[in-house]
């Protein structure tokens, strides 16, 4: 199986959601993506590595910014790099054995960028609205619950 040509069969909406959020997650606290994710259609959970809960505060900053990023209408786009080049810009050691020398990328206009071989929207505005259900904190380990609205 070639990594790059089979994606994920991901729910397209929930899933380009959650490259948003890891995204937000990242650069607002350094911390890195999630190291696990649930994907699902009426809703979705990411764990991070983390200290703690987050604070409401925290939470309606990390809503506002990617719906802002939904409302921009931000590209979606594919692009392939042969892993030496990859390796310099993306942590590898979560990647299949089966990945190949050849790496799928994933872009969200100029604002996120990783490895994926899920599938997703073409624009951000297709994805609706993001919403945090809830959040909870357990041995290192941040859970953020999220769901998305339909497009209006």
Do not use: W
């Amino acid at each position: 199986m070639d990594y790059n040509e089979n994606p994920k069969e991901y729910y397209p909406p929930m899933h380009t959601a959650e490259h948003l959020l890891n995204g937000t997650m990242d650069k607002m606290f350094g911390r890195g993506r999630s190291f696990s994710a649930h994907i699902e259609k009426k809703k979705s959970k990411c764990d991070y590595h983390f200290d703690r809960d987050l604070t409401s505060a925290e939470i309606i900053s990390i809503e506002e910014k990617i719906n802002s990023l939904i409302d921009q209408d931000l590209p979606v786009k594919e692009d392939f790099l042969p892993r030496d080049e990859a390796e310099k810009v993306f942590n590898l050691t979560r990647l299949p054995e089966e990945a190949g020398d050849t790496l799928r990328v994933i872009r969200i206009g100029d604002y996120d960028q990783c490895l994926c071989s899920g599938t997703h929207l073409n624009s951000t505005k297709e994805i609706g609205g993001f919403k945090i259900i809830s959040t909870s904190f357990e041995n290192g380990v941040l859970r953020i619950r999220f769901k998305i609205m339909e497009p209006k």
